[in-house]
């Protein structure tokens, strides 16, 4: 599993250069050549028809990625499309990339090593609002039996730089007891920290990069910092065992 940074692939500016998204408008070929940079540097460019991506709607669905789903939105060019309105991909199946896309959102991915299972969740101000983090942990638990969970939370936009409305503020709140009310700053992070907490994955099994997103934008996309940019990624794949 991982997270990408913006740097080493072929996009043009304002993608410049690792855009993996093929919703904001870059070139589809640049697309298709980035995702084929990301797999191959993980060792796993032999499963990239298998490559399975959602349209992400800021929404609270959670897909569980089967064989028969696999491969949607692998490439940008050909094939079936992304998973429609869905913000959170788990699986099972070995062979599998996960990925979904990033600039400023909270990327979340879980991993389970016994019994094996992988999610990646994408996690804006709505999707954290809503817990689909926690939410997610808790449709791994349901499905596998003892499973123990570890969350990966990757580069997103800190509260150093996401000023928002006191009343979305005050909500998160009313939501999470670690975000204070009376501010114009919103912690994201915190509130997903929160969100993993009370779903059973403890602050020992969390693991925050704590880096911002619109802070370093030589290293990574920022919605809020840059307007039209492009996405990084955050992925995840069960490697298959002989
Ligand atoms: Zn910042």
């Known amino acids: 599993m991982g997270f990408t940074e913006r740097t080493g692939g072929v996009s043009a500016s304002p993608y410049a250069t690792l855009n993996l998204a093929a919703h904001v408008d870059d070139d589809p070929i640049a697309v298709r050549e980035n995702r084929r940079r990301v797999l191959s540097a993980i060792g796993a460019e032999a499963f990239a028809g298998s490559l399975t991506t959602a349209e992400q709607v800021h929404g609270t669905t959670i897909a569980r990625v089967t064989l028969d789903d696999a491969g949607r939105g692998a490439d940008p060019l050909d094939g079936s499309g992304p998973i429609p309105g869905t913000d959170a991909l788990w699986t099972t199946e070995p062979g599998v990339p996960l990925m979904l896309f990033f600039a400023d959102c909270v990327p979340v991915v879980l991993v389970s090593e016994s019994p094996r299972a992988i999610a990646v969740v994408h996690a804006g101000w709505r999707g954290a609002l809503a817990g689909i983090?926690?939410?997610?942990?808790?449709?791994?638990?349901?499905?596998?039996?003892?499973?123990?969970?570890?969350?990966?939370?990757?580069?997103?936009?800190?509260?150093?730089?996401?000023?928002?409305?006191?009343?979305?503020?005050?909500?998160?709140?009313?939501?999470?007891?670690?975000?204070?009310?009376?501010?114009?700053?919103?912690?994201?992070?915190?509130?997903?920290?929160?969100?993993?907490?009370?779903?059973?994955?403890?602050?020992?099994?969390?693991?925050?990069?704590?880096?911002?997103?619109?802070?370093?934008?030589?290293?990574?996309?920022?919605?809020?910092?840059?307007?039209?940019?492009?996405?990084?990624?955050a992925f995840a794949l069960l490697e298959p065992r002989s």
């Open 133 to 233: 983090v926690g939410d997610t942990v808790r449709a791994l638990d349901a499905a596998l039996d003892g499973a123990t969970i570890t969350a990966y939370i990757g580069p997103h936009i800190g509260e150093c730089c996401y000023e928002v409305d006191p009343l979305l503020v005050s909500q998160f709140a009313n939501m999470f007891v670690t975000i204070p009310r009376a501010s114009d700053r919103l912690d994201l992070a915190a509130a997903v920290a929160e969100d993993l907490d009370r779903a059973g994955v403890s602050r020992e099994r969390q693991w925050h990069l704590g880096i911002c997103t619109a802070h370093n934008t030589d290293r990574f996309y920022s919605y809020r910092a840059e307007g039209r940019t492009g996405r990084h990624c």
